[in-house]
């Protein structure tokens, strides 16, 4: 069991950046990949990033490539999403999901995670 606590929401104008954080509970960080997955008022909920248990690989929904970062810290037991040049639809709530599959096969998945921080909302204004 990991439990999992976002933060680093908030309410930011577009064009401005913040940087999310995911942490988590026990010793075992580095033997789960990370996601980070969004849902917006009115919409399911979509894969934003995700990051293998080392960080050597990391993962992108295609329309975030190059304003969206994901990385990892394990002697912190954090993982991070840098998101800059935010735009008004990025508004959406944030979470930070853990499983602890070794391989990388549907890893842009909701299903495929276990575990599920609470969200943290994130608001852009125009």
């Known amino acids: 069991q990991v439990q999992l606590v976002e933060s680093g929401g908030g309410l930011v104008q577009a064009g401005d950046s913040l940087k999310l954080s995911c942490t988590a509970s026990?010793?075992?960080?580095?033997?789960?990949?990370m996601g980070w997955f969004r849902q917006a008022p009115g919409k399911e909920r979509e894969f934003v990033a995700a990051i293998t248990r080392s960080g050597g690989s990391t993962f992108y929904a295609d329309s975030l490539k190059g304003r969206f970062t994901v990385s990892r810290d394990n002697a912190k037991n954090t993982a991070y999403l840098q998101m800059n040049s935010l735009k008004p639809e990025d508004t959406a709530v944030y979470y930070c999901?853990?499983?602890?599959?070794?391989?990388?096969?549907?890893?842009?998945?909701?299903?495929?995670?276990?575990?599920w921080g609470q969200g943290t909302q994130v608001t852009v204004s125009s």
């Open positions: 026990g010793r075992t960080f580095s033997t789960y990949t």
């Open positions: 999901a853990a499983d602890r599959s070794f391989h990388t096969i549907g890893i842009t998945i909701e299903r495929r995670y276990d575990f």
